[in-house]
Nanobody, 124 residues
Framework: QVHVEESGGGLVQSEGSLRLSCEVT????????IGWFRQAPGKEREGIAS????????HYAAPVRGRFTISLDNAKKSATLQMNNLQREDTAVYYC?????????????????WGQGTQVTVSS
């Protein structure tokens, strides 16, 4: 049984930083990818970062490119999302998702396993 769990959310001031962690257990596959998504109040969930374990390739959505960094611990099947220069518009529930294919994607479809989400609130 695959389990995905996020941690590290919280309250931070504008221009501050936070690091989110995602631990995936039970995914015993050679190839996999992990994605980070977020859902702001009143908005649809959007993909913001993706990484695959083959070569460690990454893909970012435009609003976070240059500020957020996704990284992977291949052996532990865990990922982190380092978020710098946070702005109020980054306030959202952040979700981690995993799939048993090494395909980069910012679309929800194709991700098989999801965490419950962690709240990130950026104050001015």
């Amino acid at each position: 049984q695959v389990h995905v769990e996020e941690s590290g959310g919280g309250l931070v001031q504008s221009e501050g930083s936070l690091r989110l962690s995602c631990e995936v257990t039970g995914l015993d596959l050679e190839y996999f990818a992990i994605g980070w998504f977020r859902q702001a109040p009143g908005k649809e969930r959007e993909g913001i970062a993706s990484i695959r374990n083959t070569e460690g390739n990454t893909h970012y959505a435009a609003p976070v490119r240059g500020r957020f960094t996704i990284s992977l611990d291949n052996a532990k099947k865990s990922a982190t999302l380092q978020m710098n220069n946070l702005q109020r518009e980054d306030t959202a529930v952040y979700y981690c998702a995993a799939k048993g294919r090494a395909e980069l994607s910012l679309y929800e479809e194709g991700y098989d396993y999801w965490g419950q989400g962690t709240q990130v609130t950026v104050s001015s």
